[in-house]
Structures are given as structure tokens and as C-alpha cells.
């Protein structure tokens, strides 16, 4: 650096009207957009020189083999620990894991099984990912995707259109439903500052009791089948797209989903406002982004793909709303948004990991022998190694501090960094 | 200690640094942000494990593994950020890690205020046990600090920038403090990058430039008293620190570049609380200096210029526009630039890298967002490699953290950007603070470089040195109000010190703000 600090050409900073108080200043008026912005951004700007963007390909093989090491280290390490208990529950590891993968993995009908649960996992796990990229966390995708599910068979029974149109309608009114249930808590917590955690859970309870009610015998929505609609019309259907089993678009459209959430988080300004709210709501606002916007708008879009998470899977899979018909998909919403390190690549290969565990949980029943739960205790063993390498890394950072890489206090900023 | 070395990959923080402190002395230990001041004391604190190098004490080799051995030893460290809990009072939190029990298992906590007390009145520390932290002023949670220090037993005391976010009143009362804690046989280690500070207190000095031990030097009472001398000694020391001949301070250019045109104007300002009412203008091409006491109004008051407070009577005009009821936003992009107070609260996001940092404000405009929707990484790290490149930031890649930089080169960085907006109204809250002299000298080149282009600048600064060399015109704020105006040439020290302790309410924050709010209401 220069150390008297003067960067050179100081004097002239605005070549154009020298250092003279500019003879319009009298009338100046503050306009939104002023003159001399420009010229120092463009000096700025003008002194980065030429070598900038070139690192930008090996700092993203860099980042991506680093996340996938870890994502690979942090599973493993699960289903290590998970060992014992197996035991415990009187089988073997091998034939245990053996059991997963012949659920899951062998042959087409266990793969599609999988990518069916993936299904709403990845929403669901984009759900949460973009409501911690913003230092929130929407606890409530469960009470989301009852009350998308709910919108979405609705739309699907009651209208008649086009397929395309259809299904498409059909979608959106799970996803309206699915943010109008995160606009209680998203206002809550931006004009009363009531910890979102505690509104989503209670509005998950609330979902749960409107969906008893309307399909219970007598109800609003009451079908042929106790505890479950009428069943959606065939146009309003998500096509299967892989004979003869039930794996359907859903897929597909959850992976474009999480392409333009990658998108929007990572390349777009909104996103930009989103992951630094996340990371510090003060800064955020001292330089004009208004935090509580960010809260709304991220807590809706939230809610929105919470939303989806339901309707993909009325509309999908079960062809009708069911009361119960998630088996805590929103819960283990979270597990999958953690592992991915809220990053949508991530989520997406995490969905798939707990799609795989969720598939291969019969087998593991049929084979050997343990129960079915022992997926939730792999589930629940995944989010402990999470925590654990947060933890660690954040200590690795406190020892070594100034070695960059550290790690943040918070999840959220933590793990929101790279793309 | 003796030939410590630390390295870190890529850097050597220290090399084979020796460093000898006599007991019941003050030593300081000056160098810029960077020399490795902090690093080696971790090392003596066992916060980090030397590469190389031992640590004696009274002759005897010691291995201090971490801070419960440092404590063991007698050693005691106070950092920059405390470590208190806000809602325990004094004594809880002095006791916490080594309660005090009765028998029964219960907290003895009486037992443990009433030690507390005795050990506060003995080297006068003003210090309630009983009352909560968080009620507290800075200068005396740092108080508490020294306290928590003692109270565990701690012969040598380590100071890590006592006195960055400290008043003149109480930096004032920390230097009788230590006074008299050096008479009672305690030793202190004074870090600092304050010249005139360390001069008046330390008995020795040891400075580091690079990781290394640049050179030691006695101070004795002729330093202290005598003007000339202590004019030399500074010049000395900060040659040692910096390496070379230090830049005079900027040159101040008056008349003709001051136009008569207000860039900011405050009519009555209040935000109906604790602030106001305020009559205040910056012109094109001067600085206005806001002084006081620390908590007197000149948070509320710069919050309120930028947008963050809500101003609920008078009005704000900026360049002939009310924008008394404009967002933040809206405000920036009339030409207001920004440095926050509170780097880590207000202007930066440390777990993002340099390049989020420095788009910080220009995120939703050309050439970095295209019509909203899309974000141009790209040209987000070419403006990041901008501000390093021409204002002197040491970094290494734009894609890193910005917690990877040390503070002043994250203070550059945010000095950087905001100068980027090409500002017609700089609002400079404690510009410096925390920076060590060469960083503190070029944010205050850029100022006045701001001035000669004919910006307006609003210093706010707890440093009175800082607004005597820079600014044009002297506000002094008490209660929230602004107790009265002057300038650099006219300026009376007895005058001044009045108009910011108006109605004696030096080193009460609390008293001075609660008089304000029944003032304003």
C-alpha cells in the first residue's frame, strides 16, 4: 500500500469540475441517483485490474470436492455410529446395510421408491435451506405441505381444464397455501419480533387439526375412503414417468426447483439481501436493505416450497389429500437442508440419501429383522455428526484464527458461504 | 519469554520474539494491527501453543497449555471483547468456573460479594458486586474485567487494547487504576498502538514490528513531564512501529472549497427518545466534528442521518431534499457514504467473503445486478480486488472470508467501499477506532481528501485529537443535545471538557441519556 494513504490522483477525483464547488450545487437536488457515484465505483472498479475472474473455476472444483468429502465423511460417520445400536437391536451391520440397499438401490422398482421419497425431501429441504440462508428457521414445513396438500386437492377435484394447465394451477395453489401459512409467523416475527420457532411449530398443530376436520366423516372435503379425499381428477395428476412403478414428475420438477433456488440464492440480488440479512441483519440494514422485508419475503418463499412439498405429493403420489399422509417429511426437512450444507446441490443429494433410508426401511424390516424406526435413529445420528463437524470445525477456526475457512456461529452463515 | 516463533500456514506471526516483564511494573507492548502483539500473548495466556520458544516465570521454565495453567500461574488476560454475561450481575460473574460453596452444595454467594467488595475498595474499583452487567458502562464492565482477573488470583495482568473503546474519562480512571494496582506489587502488560497512552503509563515499552521484537526502551518521569521529550519519545516509537518516518497529518485546506451549501441539515431533529432536538449543518467541503462523552446522543444521532432511526420530530434535509422520511436506501443513493461505529455490528458480515462485503450497498445496481435479477459475481470481485488494490487492503484472495482479515485491513476495506459511493455526505463514526497508526493516518488522508473535493463530512469521534487535527467545526454533544460549537483554532480545552460533562454527568451514560429522554418528552 501507499502509506501516507493517498491513492494517487486524490486531488482530481472528479476530472471534470476539479475540486471547484460545482456552480449548480446551489439547486442541487438530492437525487436518487448522483453524478459523482458513478465516476468513483468506475475508479474502483478501474483498479482491480485484469486477473479477477480467473480463480473463480478451481475455487469452485476446490469448493465442490471439499462439500462432497465432507458430505460423504459426515454419512459415513452415521452409519458407523449407528453400528452398535444395530447390534443392540439383534442383527448385524452387514445385513442391516445389505437390507438398505437391496430396499433402495437393486434394481428399478427400489431406485424409483427412492427417488419418490426424495421427492418431497428435496423441496421440503429447500424449504429450510432458503429460511436459514436468511437466518431463519421454519421449523413449520410440516403445517405447510398439510395445508398445500389441502389446496392442491381441492384445485385438483374440483376444477376441470387442460392437463398441463391443470396440474400446473394445482401446484401454485399448494404453494399459495404453503406461504400463506408461513404469513402468520413470517408477520409475527417482522413487526413483533416473536421467535418464528415458536409460531411455525404451533401453526404445524393448527394444519394438522384443519385437516382432521375436513376430512373427517361429515366433513367439507369427506371422500370415499375414511381420512382421505375424493381423488383428484386424472388431469390434475402428476404423470408417472417410469413403467410400472410410481415414480412420477415430481422429480423433475423438484430438481428444476432446486436449480432455480441455487440460482436464486447465489446469482440474484434477492439473494444476496436474503443470505446477508442471515448473516448480519444490522449491516443489512445500515446499508439499506430492509431486514424486515427480507423476513416476509423469505419466510413466504419458505412456506411456498413447504407448500409444493404437499401438493408434489398429493398430486403425485397419492392422487388424493389423505389426512397424515406425510410421514414427517417436514421434519425430516431439516435433517436433509443441514447435510446439504444449504446449498441446493447439497439438499439434493441429502434428499436422496434420506429417500434411500425412508425406501429401504421395509427391507430392512423384512431382512433383518429390526424395526423400521432404526432409520430415524440413522436420521437422527446424521444431524449429531452435522452438529458435531460444526462444532469441530469452529474450534479448528478459534485455535487457528486468521487461517480463513473458519467457521461461523451460526448454521445458517456457516453453512450458507459457498455455491 | 524466550525466542518464541509462532507460525500459522503461510505466516510467522512471531519470530523468535524475547520478552521480559520485572514484576510490579507496567510494560507496554506497542505495534501495529498485525505485529503479532495479541499472538504472543495468547501463547504467554496458553490460548496457543508456540512453534518454538519457552516461557519462563521467576526463572523457572513453565508449560501453560490453557488459561486454566495461565490462571494457575498467576496470569490473567483481560481482551478486547469481554466476556461477560449481561444478565449476571458482577459477583455471579466473577464466580463462575469456581463457585464459591457452602456447605450442602449451595452457592455461597454473599460470601463471594463480600470478597468482591473488599477487593474492589482496596484498589478502588468503583465496582458494585450486586449490580448487573449489563446496566454497566464499557469502562466499567472492562473494570469488572480486571477484577474477574484478580479476584481468580492473577499476579500479571495482560490489557489487550484496554483503552479502544474507552472515553477520555475512562481511559483517565483505568490509568489511576493500574497505577495503583503496579504500587500493590501487580504487574500489567499494557498492549496498545497509543503512543501518548503508553507513554504516560508504562514503565518499559517493547515494540514488535513483523513478528519480531523491534526494540525495548525505559520511560522514566522526564518522558512523562517534560513536552519536548515525550513529543520525541512518540516520534521514536511510532518510527520503530511503522518502520519508517510517519506521514504528517493531513493538510488542512480552508476558505475557498467551503461553499455555503448545506449537505446535510438537522431542523429540531429528535427521535422523540433519547436524542434531540438538533440544529445541525454540514457544508460542502468541511467537516464537522461531533464530540462527547461516549452514550450522549452521537449513535442515535448518526443512525438517524443514515436512516436506521426513525426521526420523529423536525426534519432531515439532505442537499436541499427532506428526506426525513426516506428509507435507508433511498438516502444512500442520494451520495451518503457511511462508516458504522461498530464495524462487526453495522458494516460488515465477517462469515461472508471480501467480495459480498464490499458489494454491501451497490448490491441492487449496474454493473452488479442487472435489472434485478441477476448478480454479477464477477464484477462483485473485480470491485472487491478494487478496494484492495487502491486502498492498500492486505488480503489475499477476494473469495475469502472476511474474517481472515485483521481488523484494520477489514476497517480499509469498509473506508474503501463507502468512499466507492462517491459520497456528497460522509458520516465517520469512530473512523478509527481500533486502527493502528498508519491505518488510522490514511482513513484520515481520505477525509480530508473527501473535504477537498467538496464533500461533507460528519466525524463523530470519542477521540479528541482526532477532531482537533481534522475537523472545521467542533459540535459538542451532551444529554443528547448539542451543548454547544466551536473551531479548531478558538477551541478551549476547560470550555470544552464543560460542554461535554454538562450537569456532571461524566461517565454516567445512563444518567445523561435518562435526562434526555425526560427532556425530550
Redesign the interface.
Known sequence: ???????PG??N??PATG????PA?????????????????Q???????SA??R??AT?LAQGVGRAALIFVATVLAALVLAAPLIIAAGSDPITAYGALYDGSLAGQRPFAETLVSMTPLLFGGLAVAIAFHSGLFNIGVEGQLVAGGIAAGVVGIHMSTWAPVHVLLSLLAGAAAGALWALVPAALKAWRGVHEVITTIMMNFVAFSVSQFLVKPGGALEGEIPTGTEPVQSTAELPRIWDPTRLHLGIVVALIVAAACWYFI????????F??VG??P?????????SNRVIVEAMLLSGALGGLTGAVEVLGTHRRFLDSFSPGYGFDSIAVALLGALHPVGVAAASFFFGLLRAGSTQLQLEADITRDMITVISGLVVACVAARLLLSRRAAR??R?????A?L?VG??L??G? | MRGITKRYPGVVANDAVDFTVESASIHGLLGENGAGKSTLMKVLFGLTAPSAGTVEIAGRPVVVDSARDALDLGIGMVQQHFSLIGDFTVAENLVLGSEPLQRGGLLDLDRAAADIAALSDRYGFRIDPRSRVGDLAVGARQRVEILKALYRGAEVLILDEPTAALAPTEVAELVGLLRRLRAQGRTVVFISHKLSEVIDLCDRVTVLRGGRVEGHREIGPAERDDPERHDALAAELARMMVGHELPDPPERVDGPERGGVPVLRLSAAGDGRRLGPIDLEVQAGEIVGVAGVEGNGQTELVEMVVGVRRCRAGSVHLGGTDVTRWSVRRRLNTGVAHIAEDRHGAAVADGLDLAHNATLGFQGRPPFSRRGLWLSLVQMRRLARGVVNRFGVQAVAVTDPLRSLSGGNQQKLVVGRELSRGPELFVAAQPTRGLDVAAAAFVHSELAALRRRGAGVLLVSLELTEILALADRIVVMSGGRIAGETSPSEVDVTTLGRWMTGGGAVGEPEAAAAGAAGAAT
Do not use: C, K, W
Not at chain 1, 1 to 7: E, K
Not at chain 1, 43 to 49: Q, V, W
Open positions: 500500500m501507499t502509506d501516507t494513504g493517498n491513492p486524490a486531488d477525483v472528479r475540486s471547484e464547488p460545482q450545487a446551489e439547486s442541487r437536488p438530492a437525487a436518487e441517483s448522483h453524478r459523482s457515484m458513478t465516476a468513483e465505483l475508479r474502483t472498479l478501474d483498479s482491480a485490474g479477477v475472474a480463480a473463480a475455487d447465489y446469482r440474484t440480488p434477492g439473494g444476496y439481501r443470505r446477508l448473516a448480519n444490522v449491516a443489512a440494514r445500515f446499508n439499506g436493505i430492509s485455535l487457528g486468521g487461517q480463513g475457512r473458519g461461523g451460526e452463515t456457516r450458507g458461504q455455491d
